[in-house]
Nanobody
Framework: QVQLVESGGGLVQPGGSLTLSCAAS????????MDWYRQAPGKERDLVAS???????TFADSVKGRFAISRDNVQNTLYLQMNSLKSEDAAVYYC?????????WGQGTQVTVSS
């Protein structure tokens, strides 16, 4: 079955960097668009970045120029490189894909931005 497992979250100071990973299995990774979402306490889950099978990328306005999304179709892994982190980037980050019209989510990884 489809499995998405995030890792790489943690505590980082404002202005710092962090790289999240999402290990995918149970589906043909390289043909599906992959996404990163995030959800802060009391807020909705929002799309952060997407990467298509052809590596076209889109980003939320709030992270443009600071975050990068990439994929390794050999290792079946999705990445989110986060730079110049701000307090408002603190959230649980989720990996997501839609396979055969069904949404799949990872368990999430917590990112805390604090001095």
């Amino acid at each position: 079955q489809v499995q998405l497992v995030e890792s790489g979250g943690g505590l980082v100071q404002p202005g710092g960097s962090l790289t999240l990973s999402c290990a995918a299995s149970g589906f043909v990774f390289d043909i599906y668009t992959m996404d990163w979402y995030r959800q802060a306490p009391g807020k909705e889950r929002d799309l952060v970045a997407s990467i298509t099978r052809g590596s076209a990328r889109t980003f939320a306005d709030s992270v443009k120029g600071r975050f990068a999304i990439s994929r390794d179709n050999v290792q079946n892994t999705l990445y989110l490189q986060m730079n110049s982190l701000k307090s408002e980037d603190a959230a649980v980050y989720y990996c997501h894909t839609r396979v055969l019209m069904r949404d799949y989510w990872g368990q999430g990884t917590q990112v805390t931005v604090s001095s």
